[in-house]
């Protein structure tokens, strides 16, 4: 049974940092490109940040590009997503995912991705 748990989450204030978390098990992590999405309230499920299984390829939205680093740890079976200088519009549910068949043109589409965490709450307050 394939899992994806992150932690990490919470509530912070504009200017803070957090690190999010996603750990994989029941597949072989190092295989798999990993990610993360966001859903804010209202608005449409957006893609944040991957890192492919080869290379450590990696690749941001825009907003996000010089504040939030994503890296992986193929010994721990687990992805990170670290955040600096939040602000309001980070506030969202932020979604690990994972996905074999992700090439470059893939990438940002969710649908790409096999699995999906549960989500974990990030709000910043201003």
């Known amino acids: 049974q394939v899992r994806l748990v992150e932690s990490g989450g919470g509530l912070v204030q504009a200017g803070d940092s957090l690190r999010l978390s996603c750990a994989l098990s029941?597949?072989?992590?190092?295989?798999?490109?990993m990610g993360w999405f966001r859903q804010a309230p209202g608005k449409e499920r957006q893609f944040v940040a991957c890192i492919r299984s080869r290379g450590g390829v990696t690749d941001y939205t825009d907003s996000v590009l010089g504040r939030f680093t994503i890296s992986r740890d193929n010994a721990k079976n687990t992805a990170y997503l670290q955040m600096n200088s939040l602000n309001h519009e980070d506030t969202a549910v932020y979604y690990c995912?994972?996905?074999?068949?992700?090439?470059?043109?893939?990438?940002?589409?969710?649908?790409?991705?096999?699995?999906w965490g549960q989500g974990t709450q990030v709000t910043v307050s201003s």
């Open positions: 995912v994972a996905g074999t068949g992700v090439d470059f043109s893939t990438l940002r589409i969710g649908a790409a991705y096999d699995y």
């Open positions: 029941g597949r072989t992590f190092s295989r798999y490109t």
